[in-house]
Every structure is written in C-alpha cells, then in structure tokens.
C-alpha cells in the first residue's frame, strides 16, 4: 500500500477528529486532535487502523502539557503520532489503557513525571518515582527547581 | 589472623547488584570472571543470594527507590561481608548525582569497603584491586565496614 493510501485510510476513519496534519515525510504523519476525543481516537487507531501503540510520549511546551500517541503501522511502513495538547492547569485525559494494556505503564510514567490525570486507569500509582514522592511536585514540568 | 578476617581472603561468594547501571560494568564484572580473565580460578564465584555472599558487588548509582531495596539487601547479608563498589557511579555518582531521582551515591549513605574506579574499570583493574583488597585485609589496614562499624548495621533496616 503506498504511503497515501496509508494516510487517506487514516484520515478517512479518523474523520472530524483531526485539527490538524503534519506530513514532514513519506512514512511520519503527526494528527492533532482536541483532549477530549483522546480516547475515541485511539479507539479508531488501535481496533479500525488495528495499528501499534509503539510508546506515549509528554513534553511540557510553553503552550501546555502536550501528549503524543506514537502509532506504528507495521504493513505499511508507517508512523503515526496523534498529538493533543492539555492545559498545565487542569491536564486531565482519558486513559487508553482500558482499551490498549500497552499505555498502562507509560501513562502512570507521564502521570507522575508531568502531571496529567489519565481518568479511568486501572492502576494510577508511581512507576519510577519513590512511593513517598511528594504529590504536586512533577520533576520534567519547566517549573521544577 | 581471625576467623572472620580467614574467610573473606579466600574464595569469596559474590552477589552483584546492578542499581540501574548502564552496563558496563555489569559486562566488564562478567568478563572478569569468565574464561579470559578467570577470577573463578581463585574460588570467586557469583551467587544468585545475598544470603550466600561474602561480597556484594555494587555498581550504578541507586535511585531514590532502588536504595531503599539496596538497603534491605545490605541488611540480609551475612557477616562478615564486604562492600565493593564497581566504577565511578557507586563512588560520586558522576552525572546522575544532581538527579532529581538520585539522593547521591551509595558511598555517602552506606559502608563501602572499597571502591574500583573507572567508567567502567578493566578486569585488570578488578583483580589488581581484589588482590589489594586481599593484601590489606590480612595486614589489618583494611578492616570491613560491617565490623568496624556496627552501629550504621541498624541503619540498613528499613521500615
């Protein structure tokens, strides 16, 4: 399948979805969708693209915490990276681990590293920080001292 | 020499823990006594417990979770046992020491008996510093940390 059939059938099942395309080559496509659709747009991903959560990433930019879902569509040589972008204040998302065990460990990563509430995880408690770590205190946030 | 002293000069049961080394180490400590270099001629022999170790071998420098495991190893260990500290992290924690994870280096909040520098050190490094370990135990300069200081032995526990 080329690298625009790939594109096209994943723009086709995301549809409303997207706010925005980035395509800076032909096997790396970045979609922004708004918080709120995080998980539906998983959804389409993982059971109608029936693609790969390689890994979840967070970055603190200056515009608020942004989260990005790195999607590999192994047959088609293609990656995938849906990105949305959280308040700092109130980084509240929904948790895909219910539907993709694959985040489970990289959402409490992101939750205790950055901040962001992942509602509805199964499991939400420290990963690589120490039990006793003060909760407010998000160690890769631009604010940490 | 005394009994205890007669024991950890011969052939010493090793525990190695890795606390989220980079490697190096790990892979030079297993060159070092796998066939080229052989420590295992002279009865150094890795054990898979603490509970059977004479030495605990350190390498990397522990987090702030991974220390407080340390520790509870450290606790469990038979005496008379020795601390050794493998490469540059045990000893100053190198680039990790100002991590917002890391609550320094093992050498500022447990005994260790001695330290094998390098990132990582040669297993010319690691026999020459077992053979001196050796030297200074049975001429009295170096006597281990857990029998020098009993009082820190406490400290090991955790809650």
Known sequence: MSANDTLNRVLGALGDHVLKMEHPSERRVYLEIAPETVYEASSVMFREICARLMIA??????????????????G????????????????????IAKLCPAAEWIEREIWELLGVEFEGHPDLRHLLLDDNWPTGDYPLRRSHG | MNYAINTLTRSLNVFHLAGSACNNCDIEILDALTPKYDLERFGVTLVGSIRHA?????????????AVRM?????QAPKPYLVIAIGGCPATGLMFKDSYNCDGPPSEYIAIDAFIPGCPPKPEAMISGLVKIIEALRSG?????????P?????????
């Not at chain 2, 009082?151 to 809650?159: D, I, L, N, P, T």
């Open chain 2, 54 to 66: 004479d030495v605990l071998l350190l390498s990397g420098v522990f987090n702030r979770k991974s």
């Open chain 1, 57 to 74: 990433t967070g970055i603190d930019t200056p515009g608020g915490i942004e989260v990005l879902y790195h999607w590999a569509l192994d």
């Open chain 1, 76 to 95: 088609d040589d293609c990656v995938v990276t849906v990105r949305t972008l959280v308040s700092r204040e109130k980084p509240v998302l929904e948790s």
């Open chain 2, 151 to 159: 009082e820190q032995e406490a400290s090991y526990v955790c809650q």
């Open chain 2, 71 to 75: 520790k509870e190893v450290l606790a």
């Open chain 2, 141 to 149: 300069a170096l006597v281990p940390g857990c029998m020098a200081r």
